[in-house]
């Protein structure tokens, strides 16, 4: 599932590849990923829209075109890749939406699982999603302080704490794991219970392991691909996840999985105290 290293990617990529051309035309081919108005709403809104600024707000991707906003929630298998050259050559079985841009160009919205959302709205913070999302990791005033003031009152397991948007926004499974074994705190811990020097090694693992995987390219499980269609490459470097059975880099005890949360969690019992 793309997550704050993912969509960053995206985003970054389209920023280059489509910002300042106009929507000519909008191909909807499966509505179902369409959210809060029709198939004609939608081709309506976006047609003769210049996309102004492309930017990641959590997990979603937004478009701003100027008044307008398409927010794009890839979620477990969404992929948003530009392209260019005739559109007739690309349309796979899981295209769902095609954009036709200026200059020949083309935005694809793929979506093999339909988990996926695109809404226009006059404002990216009209989406209950963005309006609840708690500090941005990769902002410039994401401190130890602000990392503490969220985590305070927070009773669950720090695991779970982590992937909750409204408390830090863009964290997932993979990178709450990958995090967590880095600065060698328990996934079960209880949030509020952490301790300064606890709160300040992670709070310095959310930027390194975040930054890192962005500069990977994020992490490709499953079909994620970039805004140009590459792959990620952090999954070659993950240290827990996915990594059950296997031995810890650090001490060479087993990785080992649980279910918090109905999600998987894998981590070292022996470096994680
Ligand atoms: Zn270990």
């Known amino acids: 599932m793309p997550e704050l290293p993912e969509v960053e990617t995206i985003c970054r990529d389209l920023l280059r590849l489509v910002r300042g051309l106009v929507f000519e035309d909008v191909r909807i081919i499966d509505r179902r990923v369409i959210r809060g108005g029709s198939g004609a709403f939608f081709h309506r809104s976006l047609v003769g829209r210049k996309i102004v600024d492309v930017r990641r707000r959590g997990k979603a991707v937004v478009l ?27 349309l796979l079985k899981e295209t769902k939406i095609v954009f036709l841009l200026s200059k020949r160009r083309q935005l694809l919205y793929n979506d093999q699982r339909l988990f996926g959302r695109l809404q226009i709205v006059a404002r990216e913070e009209d989406l209950d999603y963005i309006r609840q999302l708690g500090p941005d990791p990769l902002d410039k005033n994401f401190t130890v302080e602000v990392l503490a003031e969220r985590l305070r009152q927070r009773r669950p397991a720090i695991k779970t704490v982590l992937m909750d948007g409204r408390c830090i926004a863009g964290i997932g499974n993979i ?7 880095r600065c060698g705190i328990d996934p ?3 949030a509020m219970r952490l301790s300064m020097p606890q709160m300040m090694r992670l709070h310095k693992a959310v930027l390194e392991v975040l930054c890192e995987a962005v500069a990977m390219g994020g992490t490709t499980v499953r079909n994620y691909r970039s805004g140009d269609g590459q792959s990620g490459q952090f999954q070659n470097v993950v240290r827990v996840y996915g990594r059950d059975g296997q031995p810890c880099q650090v001490c060479g005890r087993e990785i080992v999985r649980i279910v918090q949360s109905q999600r998987s969690t894998f981590y070292c019992s022996h470096c994680q105290k």
Not at 72 to 84: E, I, K, N, Y
Not at 175 to 181: G, M, P, Q, R, V
């Open 175 to 181: 990178y709450a794991s990958e995090i967590l074994f």
């Open 64 to 90: 701003d075109l100027g008044g307008l906003c398409l927010v794009v929630q890839p979620m477990m298998t969404g992929q948003l890749v530009a392209r260019s050259g005739p559109a007739e050559d690309v």
């Open 188 to 190: 079960c811990q209880s």
